[in-house]
């Protein structure tokens, strides 16, 4: 149990479907990510918030969309991807500037673009 | 250029032995936190030990310590005495501040550890 919650843990849609993945942390953090991890590749930063507001936007094509409405939840809302979407997803919380702690995970979405 | 770098893409490791998984990193600042994670197959990653670049002490949590040599830029995760659950994939990562002031991890392309019994 890391504290970090994500839901779905796999999810297959079609390239035309809209889907949203969530994550919860409990940890009173005020940093949240999202990270994907495809194969054979290392983990890549999509996005940032920090205290609810998106501060960071690694060039993440606009057919992802996150939402923080709270500094506990994070979605990533999907729509029209593509096949080469198809990739583990991962959410992460920590505590700003606070250097010798690290950043937590969620297990992840495994998410398949058909 | 690579700012993690792990090269050794795959381990196999007689269960009981000591362990060591290599990373290198570049940087240029002065203040940077090394962390090593554990991916089981199931995905989560698993928070297993922190260097700082200040910290004169070498990492250690249980079974996992950490060779930092700051002048050579390694940190190096050693297993003790593996075990069966150990096998799994293990990323060395290092914390940034993006030209955003965010803090971001970067991580190796990892090292698949497989414990034989």
């Known amino acids: 149990e890391t504290g970090v919650t994500q839901t779905p843990r796999h999810l297959v849609m079609g390239m035309t479907n809209k889907k949203s993945l969530k994550c919860e942390q409990h940890l009173g953090h005020n940093a949240m990510y999202w990270y994907k991890q495809s194969a054979k590749k290392p983990l890549e930063l999509m996005f940032v918030y920090n205290f609810k507001e998106q501060t960071e936007n690694n060039s993440v094509p606009s057919r992802f969309s996150p939402e923080c409405p709270n500094s506990s939840h994070l979605f990533l809302h999907l729509h029209t991807l593509q096949p080469e979407d198809s990739a583990l997803y991962l959410c992460?919380?920590?505590?700003?500037?606070?250097?010798?702690?690290?950043?937590?995970f969620g297990d992840g979405t495994r998410l398949s673009i058909l | 250029a690579q700012k993690i770098t792990q090269t050794q893409p795959g381990m196999f490791v007689q269960e009981k032995e000591a362990v060591t998984l290599d990373c290198t990193y570049d940087t240029s600042d002065q203040s940077y936190g090394l962390f090593w994670y554990k991916q089981p197959s199931s995905g989560e990653m698993i928070f297993l030990i922190y260097q700082g670049s200040y910290d004169e002490q070498n990492a250690t949590e249980g079974r996992y310590s950490l060779n930092f040599q700051k002048a050579r830029k390694s940190a190096n995760l050693v297993i003790s005495a593996s075990q069966l659950g150990d096998s799994a994939m293990y990323f060395c990562?290092?914390?940034?501040?993006?030209?955003?002031?965010?803090?971001?991890?970067?991580f190796g392309t990892g090292t698949r550890l497989t414990i034989i019994p």
């Open positions: 990562a290092m914390r940034e501040v993006t030209n955003f002031g965010n803090e971001k991890l970067t």
């Open positions: 992460a919380s920590s505590q700003k500037l606070a250097d010798n702690q690290p950043q937590h």
